[in-house]
């Protein structure tokens, strides 16, 4: 298990489908679908001037997030991303 600190928020990549006019789905990866994530696990949340701050975020959002502030990396075959949770630009509802 990968257990992010501070305030970093570990994600994996969400995969984004779309179907076609007959009903066929197909699993889309173009430039824009690469920076929507599945928070997989959030941190303890940063200390400000003595108190700890709590993230926005929780397990399971699928967020929006800068790719350039993002750390990626692999671990028991899987792909994962690291972002600061200032990172994370938007919560998709």
Known sequence: MIKPLNDNVLLKIATVETKTAS???????????????????????????????????KENDKVI??????????????????VPETGILAVIE
Not at 30 to 57: C, Y
Not at 65 to 82: G, Q, T
């Open 23 to 57: 009903g066929i789905i197909l699993n889309v990866s173009d430039k824009e679908e690469e920076n929507i994530g599945v928070v997989i696990a959030v941190g303890d949340g940063k200390i400000v001037e003595g108190k700890r701050v709590l993230p926005t975020v």
């Open 65 to 82: 997030f800068d790719k350039y502030a993002a750390i990626e990396f692999e671990y028991l075959n899987e792909k994962y991303l690291i």
